[in-house]
């Protein structure tokens, strides 16, 4: 079973970067989408982006320009950028194989922008 393992969140203020990371413990990763998923009090997880095999990238509407999803798959780990930070971008950050739905899951990590 493939345990995936977040970090990188934190608080920052308005305008500001993030960058997080999803290691692997496999190497599982390196032959299946990944993706970035967050979730809000009250609300569905929703995809913020993915990326595939071959690093090709979606995002949600709602982040495109301002987060890049990568890969490196020497270290198996999946990193998700995050520039230009919004207070609605305050939510738990899940990363997950997509194999292709959502399989293996990590713990998440918070995410908090405010002033």
């Known amino acids: 079973q493939e345990q995936l393992v977040e970090s990188g969140g934190g608080g920052v203020q308005p305008g500001g970067t993030l960058r997080l990371s999803c290691a692997a413990s496999?190497?599982?990763?390196?032959?299946?989408?990944m993706g970035w998923y967050r979730q809000a009090p009250g609300k569905e997880r929703e995809l913020v982006a993915r990326?595939?095999?071959?690093?090709?990238?979606i995002y949600a509407d709602s982040v495109k320009g301002r987060f890049t999803i990568a890969r490196d798959n020497a270290k198996n780990t999946v990193y998700l950028q995050m520039n230009s930070l919004k207070p609605e971008d305050t939510v738990v950050y899940y990363c997950?194989?997509?194999?292709?739905?959502?399989?293996?899951w990590g713990q998440g990590t918070q995410v908090t922008v405010s002033s």
């Open positions: 997950t194989t997509l194999i292709p739905a959502p399989t293996y």
């Open positions: 496999g190497s599982i990763c390196r032959f299946v989408a």
């Open positions: 990326i595939n095999s071959i690093s090709k990238t």
